[in-house]
C-alpha cells in the first residue's frame, strides 16, 4: 500500500490515506507511457489512455476516475448502457471498441463519443443516419485487419482507401483514423511489423485525409511497440483493471 498526500488518494476508514489497486495499475502505466514516449522522442501530449473496462463494474470505472481517467472503452452494448446510464453525472468521454452489429448502431450512435471498430461503410452509414443532430458528430476509427487473419474483424488494408473516402464524405461523422488488434504475440519485432504497418497505412490516407489524426493501437503487453510506432490511443484493459474473469457473452 502505497501512502499519499491527500490531494492524490482516498480517506479509509482509519483516516490513512491510501491508494486502491486500481491506483496504483493507472499510475504505473501512466508512468509506462510516459517512459514510452521519452524513448522514441513522442510528445505524451499526443497519446491518451483509454480504459478499457468490459466486465467490470461501474463501481472499478468510479475509482478510475476518481483518480483522473476520464476516456473509457466498452466492447459489449448492454452492458455499457447500463454503466453509461449509472455514471451519467461523470465527466467521461465513452469508446465503443467492440463488434457492431447492424441492427445495433442506434444505442451506439445515441451514447457514445468514439467509435472504433467500424469496418463496413453500411454500418458507418447507419451511425450517420441515427447521431443525434443535437450531439457533434461522432469520431470514427476504421478497424484494419491488420495481420489479414481470416477469422477477424476489420477491413484488408486493400480496401481501406475506398472505404475511408466513402466514410469521409458522411455528415454526422468525423473520420479520425484507424484502429487494429494485431495477432497476438509475445514477439515484439511481429509487433513492431504489425504497427508500423498501421503507420504506413496512415501516411498514405493522410495524403487525401490529412485530418486523419489517430491511430488506436497496443493494448496491456504491447503498449511500449505500440507507442513507439505511433499510436494515439492506447487501449488498456487488465493493466488498469487486472485479470477479466468473467466472461459475458456479446450483446
Ligand atoms: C479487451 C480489449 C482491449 C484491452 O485488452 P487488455 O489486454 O486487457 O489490455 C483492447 N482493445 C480491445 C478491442 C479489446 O477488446
Redesign the pocket.
Known amino acids: 500500500m502505497l501512502v499519499l498526500a491527500e490531494s492524490q488518494a482516498q480517506s479509509n476508514s482509519l483516516g490513512l490515506y491510501y491508494m486502491s489497486r486500481i491506483a496504483e495499475n493507472l499510475t504505473q502505466v501512466r508512468q509506462q507511457i510516459d517512459i514510452s514516449a521519452v524513448k522514441s522522442e513522442r510528445n505524451k501530449e499526443n497519446i491518451t489512455l483509454l480504459a ?1 473496462s ?1 466486465t467490470r463494474p461501474a463501481s472499478d470505472l468510479k475509482d478510475a476516475y476518481d483518480n483522473g481517467q476520464r476516456d473509457f ?1 466498452e ?1 459489449y452494448l448492454q452492458e455499457s448502457l447500463d454503466k453509461i446510464e449509472v455514471l451519467k453525472s461523470l465527466d467521461i468521454t465513452w469508446h465503443f ?2 463488434p457492431i452489429q447492424s441492427n445495433k448502431t442506434k444505442p451506439i450512435a445515441e451514447n457514445f463519443d468514439w467509435v ?2 467500424v469496418d463496413r461503410f453500411k454500418i458507418a452509414q447507419r451511425l450517420s443516419s441515427q447521431r443525434p443532430n443535437d450531439l457533434t458528430p461522432l469520431n470514427i476509427c476504421i478497424q484494419v485487419n491488420i495481420s489479414e487473419e481470416a477469422s477477424k474483424s476489420g477491413c484488408l488494408p486493400l480496401e481501406l482507401p475506398k472505404l475511408a473516402e466513402e466514410i469521409s464524405k458522411l455528415p454526422n461523422i468525423n473520420l479520425r483514423g484507424l484502429m487494429a ?1 494485431p495477432k497476438a504475440t509475445k514477439n515484439e519485432d511481429e509487433q513492431h511489423l504489425a504497427f508500423r504497418k498501421m503507420k504506413a497505412l496512415q501516411l498514405e490516407l493522410q495524403k487525401r485525409h490529412p485530418h486523419l489524426d489517430t491511430l488506436s493501437m497496443g ?3 504491447d503498449i511500449d511497440a505500440a507507442i513507439s510506432e505511433g499510436a494515439t490511443i492506447v ?5 488498469i483493471f487486472g485479470q ?1 474473469v468473467k466472461t459475458v457473452s456479446s450483446n
Open positions: 478499457v468490459k472503452g466492447n471498441i467492440g472504433h471498430t488488434i493494448m496491456s503487453g487501449r488498456i484493459g487488465t493493466a477479466r
